[in-house]
């Protein structure tokens, strides 16, 4: 059990990170998949931040110097498609712009994974993937696939994690019950959300959107940017649900407990530990 003073200052640092995206809305380009555009752009919005789904590669030159942070996503991913992913990894890395790698269903080809070793190769600040995906791109093999979903907790990937944050240099982020972010050494453990958010599809995607925006407005503390955002969006799911039906109105109150979160809330909801 963490200390009280360690839980308020986790709790301070949540709340001073969503004041600051609400505060600076900034511009996050999203290469996302076709089933997550929407709720990403909702839940972008709803935290205060800009969303941008460009994905053209001949409009990455122009725009991407612009934005503020990326999230890349590969959960619909064509051959057509990597070249955009590519350029506008590599353009945010060399102008020293926070980017995000989602590798959803990372998985399901070799086609999919060996595009997501070349994407970990231009140095994303973030990768955020559920278990299964983590130990896979860890691995660097794609074991069994459940497709986007995953076949293991979060905390079995607590190993891989950390293999892959040493290996990459990136912050990684595992999302499930107990939400895990690393940088290879600390492991801290992000314990808000609720598992009908796992019956929505697309929250991880936009989770990993979300952790763009944080980043953008704190790149320099990446991992307290990340876990913060993980943080917010679980709370938002657990008063979403406390008025949901089911799924379908489930999605509609997280995003409009996004919207609506206030200190006090956040500051009483806030349930991070040390796990490592
Ligand atoms: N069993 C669970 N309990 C609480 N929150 C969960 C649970 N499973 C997933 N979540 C939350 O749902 C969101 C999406 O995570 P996840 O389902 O792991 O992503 P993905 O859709 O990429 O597999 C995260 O905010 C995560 O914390
Ligand atoms: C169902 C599905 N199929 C390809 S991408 C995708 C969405 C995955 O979203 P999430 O990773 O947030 O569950
Ligand atoms: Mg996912």
């Known amino acids: 059990m963490e200390s009280k003073s360690v839980q308020n200052e986790w709790s301070s640092g949540v709340w001073a990170h969503l004041t600051a995206v609400r505060e600076r809305s900034p511009l996050v380009q999203c290469i996302t998949n076709f089933v997550s555009m929407d709720l990403v752009a909702n839940t972008l919005l709803s935290a205060g931040a800009s969303p941008a789904m460009v994905h053209s590669v001949v409009e990455i030159p122009d725009f991407t110097p612009h934005i503020h942070a990326l999230c890349v996503n590969v959960g619909t991913l064509t051959p057509d498609w990597l070249p955009s992913m590519k350029a506008a990894a590599e353009l945010a890395s060399n102008l020293g712009k926070p980017w995000v790698l989602d590798p959803a269903a990372v998985s399901c080809s070799g086609f999919r994974l060996k595009a997501c070793l070349e994407l970990v190769e231009l140095k994303p600040t973030v990768i955020k993937g559920n278990g299964s995906e983590i130990i896979a791109l860890s691995?660097?093999?794609?074991?069994?696939?459940?497709?986007?979903?995953?076949?293991?907790?979060?905390?079995?990937?607590?190993?891989?994690?950390?293999?892959?944050?040493?290996?990459?240099?990136?912050i990684v982020a595992v999302s499930?019950?107990?939400?895990?972010?690393?940088?290879?050494?600390?492991?801290?453990?992000?314990?808000?959300?609720?598992?009908?958010?796992?019956?929505?599809?697309?929250?991880?995607?936009?989770?990993?959107?979300?952790?763009?925006?944080?980043?953008?407005?704190?790149?320099?503390?990446?991992?307290e940017a990340t876990v913060s955002a993980m943080s917010v969006f679980g709370i938002a799911g657990?008063?979403?649900?406390?008025?949901?039906?089911?799924?379908?109105?489930?999605?509609?109150?997280?995003i409009d407990s996004l919207y609506g979160l206030d200190e006090t809330t956040v500051l009483n909801l806030v349930n991070i530990t040390r796990l490592g």
Do not use: W, Y
């Not at 801290?188 to 697309?202: L, R, Y």
């Not at 657990?238 to 997280?254: I, V």
């Open 176 to 223: 499930g019950a107990v939400d895990i972010v690393t940088d290879g050494k600390k492991v801290i453990g992000v314990h808000n959300g609720t598992k009908m958010m796992q019956k929505i599809t697309a929250t991880g995607c936009s989770l990993a959107g979300l952790i763009a925006a944080f980043l953008a407005i704190d790149p320099l503390r990446a991992l």
């Open 139 to 170: 691995s660097a093999s794609p074991g069994q696939t459940k497709g986007a979903d995953s076949s293991h907790e979060s905390t079995d990937a607590i190993e891989a994690a950390k293999s892959l944050a040493e290996s990459s240099g990136a």
């Open 238 to 254: 657990e008063l979403g649900e406390a008025m949901a039906k089911g799924p379908g109105s489930l999605r509609m109150h997280l």
